[in-house]
């Protein structure tokens, strides 16, 4: 019984030692996952390895690396891509607001991490992209009244992203692409807008009727000019003799005889005939 005890014993001694040692271990390491890049905090200056305190200048890729334990402390970065909106309320050069949401690709520069943590910490992004958007979209948009913003919406974009990217790269954040996903105006110049092309439709409609109304002038004086030179004509030819009367007459009869000849109802009876009494 006393053999089955020390076993015991043993046995706790045993694993106690092993979970300390894992635990040690795993104090000694630490995981830089894919996507991601890490830096190192030294709470003191290292004395095995020269290094001072505070963040190193060295930059840690993915994979899996030592540390002194509760000496260092590494800080991990997304690295990747990543997708942000953000929208905004700004005024025009006519002092028409407007809302516009901006798309921003962004990830930071992987070299100047260190530099990125020591002033901005691992949630620059939150700290930097919202307020410099807003900055360089008001400035923007200042320099055009509504209706250009509409007309000139890729200059726009495209002044905003200029702009944008050099001010992101004075923070170390690199901007792949940038782009105005939304723009809309308050009700009041959307009230403007639709009053606007009434009037215009309504101005169309009064040239249309003004351009008839002089069509319908010079086809009158058209027709009057003719019906003058026509009447012209005919008596310059009656002072000539009684030949254009009688071709006219046949011209009349012809007509008729080709009417009646149509007509279903209609039976010619020879001027010859002579009937039975």
Not at 130 to 140: C, F, G, M, R, T
Not at 175 to 182: F, K
Request: aromatic share 6%; with cysteine; net charge positive.
């Amino acid at each position: 019984m006393q053999a089955v005890d020390r076993l015991m014993v043993r046995l706790g001694s045993i694993g106690i030692g092993l979970t300390v040692g894992a635990s040690a271990v795993s104090s000694c390491i630490y995981d830089v996952d894919g996507g991601k890049m890490a830096v190192m905090f030294n709470r003191f200056p290292n004395p095995f390895t020269g290094e001072g305190a505070g963040i190193q200048r060295r930059v840690v890729g993915e994979g899996t690396h030592l540390k002194w334990p509760w000496l260092q402390d590494p800080k991990v970065f997304d690295v990747r891509t990543r997708p942000r909106a953000i929208p905004t309320v700004t005024g025009t050069k006519d002092l028409q607001m407007v809302n516009i949401t901006l798309r921003l690709l962004s990830r930071p520069k992987q070299d100047a991490l260190p530099i990125i943590y020591s002033r901005l910490g691992l949630d620059y992004d939150e700290r930097i992209l919202p307020s410099i958007a807003n900055e360089v979209l008001k400035s923007v948009v200042a320099q055009y009244d509504a209706e250009e913003l509409l007309k000139k919406r890729e200059a726009v974009s495209r002044e905003v992203k200029d702009q944008l990217i050099q001010r992101a790269a004075d923070f170390h954040i690199v901007l792949e692409d940038i782009a105005i996903t939304h723009l809309t105006f308050g009700k009041e110049f959307a009230s403007a807008i639709e009053k606007k092309q009434v009037a215009q439709q309504d101005a169309e409609r009064q040239r249309f009727v003004v351009a008839k109304a002089e069509q319908e002038k010079k086809a009158m004086v058209i027709r009057a000019e003719g019906e003058a030179e026509a009447a012209k004509l005919i008596s310059e030819a009656l002072k000539k003799g009684q030949g254009l009367i009688n071709l006219r007459r046949l011209e009349a009869a012809r007509d008729i005889t080709s009417t009646i000849a149509k007509s279903k109802n209609i039976v010619f009876i020879p001027s010859g005939s002579h009937h039975g009494g």
